[in-house]
């Protein structure tokens, strides 16, 4: 069973590479269990879009 | 669309000046590229080909001189391995010895909501000046500038698995400030 810090590690990659199938496997294992790492994996993509937005919001001066 | 006249780009003045800051951390160092780019635009108006908004199109031009002053940063003061370390030591910080969180992460109910809100991107911003500026740069320029994996590890010489590093200590440090300063906040 993975740990939430190798989890962590593996929900950060899964933004930038296509995980194999054996990391996935091991990542949902884990987050059927896991509160704090689901929470996690969505706080990554909530993250993304809000730093992507962050520059192009209108309601500065 | 034509190109944009004097007035047009001043107006998008604030809008780059904030994205360069975010990028770069150097108010003085944003301030020249945003000079550089307004300036660019200027000469190169020609150049504007109409099929893109001017925003996106000085935005183009920004991200390019964004890129050339964090090259010659790098290129200054490249990585070491010690800042390898510094990396690994802060996810490490975060995670007990037997690999479960420190503090575990808690739910942020709706977070989209949070976008509406003005203080909030007060508050995203102070998070993230609280990274150290290297690892910030590389995590804006993957964030907010959206080049590649492979893009940034050119531009800074790096591999994939420094870059993957230092983008999760990123996320690690913005989730846990965002967590406590906002969601978690109850004042806020």
Redesign the interface.
Known sequence: MLSCKEVSVLLSQAQERRLGPGERLGLELHLMLCNGCTNFRQQLDFMRVALRRCVNREDQP | MSAPGDQDLQQYR??LL??AL?QLRDPALAEDVVQETLLAALEGRAGFSGKSSHKTWLTGILKHKIIDAIRRKSREQPLTSADDESETDA?DAL?KP????QR?????GD??R??ED?KF?EV??MCSRLMPARTARVF?MR??M?LT?EEICKELAIT?TN??VM??RA??S??EC?EIKWFGNPAK
């Open positions: 604030s809008y904030r994205y975010l996810i995670f037997d690999g479960h969180w575990f992460p808690a739910s942020w977070p989209e949070s976008l003005r991107w995203l911003e804006m964030e907010v959206e994996t994939p870059l993957w983008l999760h996320r690690l913005l989730r965002l």
